[in-house]
């Protein structure tokens, strides 16, 4: 029989919009289904000087869209198998980093030609940050920023459109089995030979519901928990100028907790995220200077993994979410030195402070909202961090919370992200295998691959 399409791709975030890309000469034929707007459609509200918080749009642009969850996000392209994801784990090291090379060299020729790659091989940090209990995870930063993020897609969308067929503002509701191939269930029935789900966050439910309907099983585990810092920026300016974005991580004494930072934003904003109605934080940084600020942001992690018989790690990590937005109304602010004496910061005591915060937040005390030994590791890192960065455990230093990472479930695939349904795969971080940019891309360019090179082999 014939179907309509050689290859359905759901969802147009990185990881599908690689998958496209790399199958878009093959000869198949190809459709995008996206629950969002195509690029040009998409306006996000925050602009960091009128607009500094999330509000909630209904058409949810930070997430959906052309694009996905990283149209608007700094457009750090980390390459490297340390962090981002164990996509490493699937398809084998080598093969990873190649393709995250791979999909960078794509990004510089189609508009990130001139941004700069960070990395810190060689940086004579590695051995400071030894000597100080820390440990500088390897990698290469390939930091696009957000506005020339924006362009590559832009560049990367006109290419694909004239040979690709996209279906934007069209969720995908169900997906069927068929003896040779499913049925995507959108604004009408279209079938396909292969299937290649690439849903992200925001689509982690329906993923949950589609494995559910699929037999596919999965597991989830883990969430990351802590604050975002803030300071000026002069103090990690010389790690942010050399490594751009530093991952650190430090193994805290009392507890042996691993403490990390993320997503570091040297003179850059601090923002809120609105997660089905739970607010938290986040930043972000411009590569255009009249955008930068003073300040520098980054995250402080901790990770928890539960063990059976709890299973919602996402739910811990929203209730703690919740809880800070009960005391503050939303995101709550603490000067580092009101933490550690043990009082709650007022709107006097941060305005007196040195550090002007980016992000309008409520003043209040960050230990009625983290468990103690979250708490505890957070600032026996700052400890530790100020001496890589003196300064970074000065009063004035802002800590705004909470900051939550969530993790897709985990969707059982074999080791070229296939489920046990032959012929539909779920890669990107949806599938719980991907975090990051990078490793979603690769993993789409991955299984793009693998399809053509099943197409050859049944010819
Ligand atoms: C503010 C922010 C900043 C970030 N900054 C960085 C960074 O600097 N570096 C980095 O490495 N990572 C960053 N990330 C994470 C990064 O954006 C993600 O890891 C990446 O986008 C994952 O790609 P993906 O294709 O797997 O999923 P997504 O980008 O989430 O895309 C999934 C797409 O699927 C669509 N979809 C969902 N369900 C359906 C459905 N049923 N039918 C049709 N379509 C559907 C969604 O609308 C979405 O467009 C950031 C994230 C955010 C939110």
Redesign the pocket.
């Known amino acids: 029989m014939n179907k309509d399409y050689d290859v359905i791709i759901?969802?147009?975030?990185?990881?599908?919009i690689f998958s496209a890309f790399e199958l878009k000469d093959s000869g198949l034929k190809v459709a995008v289904?996206?629950?969002?707007n195509e690029l040009s459609k998409r306006k996000c509200t925050i602009d960091g000087k009128k607009v500094k918080n999330c509000i909630n749009c209904k058409t949810g642009s930070?997430?959906?869209?052309f694009g996905?969850?990283?149209a608007?996000?700094?457009?750090?392209?980390?390459i490297t198998n340390d962090f981002?994801g164990s996509l490493y784990e699937h398809i084998g090291r080598e093969t990873a980093l190649e393709l995250m090379k791979y999909v960078d060299g794509i990004n510089v020729r189609h508009g990130g030609e001139g941004t700069k790659l960070y990395s810190t091989s060689g940086s004579k940090f590695n051995k400071i940050c030894m000597q100080n209990k820390l440990k500088l995870l390897n990698a290469s930063v390939r930091h696009l920023g957000t506005d020339i993020n924006y362009k590559v897609l832009e560049n990367l969308y006109n290419e694909l459109k004239e040979k690709v067929d996209f279906y934007f503002n069209?969720?995908?509701k169900e997906i069927k089995k068929t003896d040779d191939g499913f049925i995507v269930n959108a604004d009408k029935e279209y079938s396909s030979r292969y299937c290649i789900v690439?849903?992200?966050?925001?689509?982690s439910k329906?993923m949950e519901k589609i494995s559910h309907e699929l037999n596919i099983p999965t597991t989830s585990s883990r969430v990351d928990i802590g604050v975002r810092v803030e300071l000026d920026a002069h103090i990690f300016e010389h790690l942010t100028d050399e490594l751009y974005e530093s991952k650190i991580v430090y193994r805290t004494e009392k507890f042996e907790d691993n403490v990390r930072t993320f997503?570091m934003n040297p003179r850059g904003i601090v923002v809120t995220?609105n997660t089905n109605g739970i607010v938290t934080v986040?930043g972000h940084s411009f590569e255009s200077e009249e955008k930068k600020t003073g300040n520098t942001n980054f995250a402080l992690l901790v990770s928890k993994h539960f063990s059976e018989p709890f299973k919602d790690s996402n739910g811990y990590g929203e209730s703690i979410a919740r809880l800070s937005n009960m005391l503050g109304g939303g995101v709550i602010v603490q000067r580092f030195g009101d933490l550690v004496r043990g009082r709650r910061s007022t709107e006097k005591r941060i305005e007196e402070g040195t550090v002007i915060p980016t992000l309008k937040a409520t003043p209040g005390d960050l230990s009625l909202v983290l468990p103690k030994r979250i708490l505890d590791g957070i600032i026996e890192m700052i400890y530790a961090l100020d001496k890589v960065a003196p300064g970074t455990a000065n009063d004035d230093t802002l800590l705004y919370g909470v900051e939550v990472k969530f993790y897709n479930m985990e969707v059982e695939t074999d080791n070229n992200l296939e489920t046990v349904n032959k012929g539909m795969f779920v890669i990107?971080?949806?599938s719980g295998v991907?975090?990051?940019?990078?490793h979603?891309s690769a993993s789409g360019v991955y299984v793009a691959r693998y399809i053509m090179k099943q197409v050859a082999l049944s010819k």
């Open positions: 759901i969802g147009a975030g990185p990881g599908g289904f996206e629950a969002g930070i997430m959906s869209g996905g969850a990283g608007f996000s700094d457009g750090k392209y980390n981002g069209t969720p995908v690439s849903v992200g966050r925001s689509g329906w997503c995220e986040n990107g971080d949806g991907t975090h990051s940019l990078s979603a």
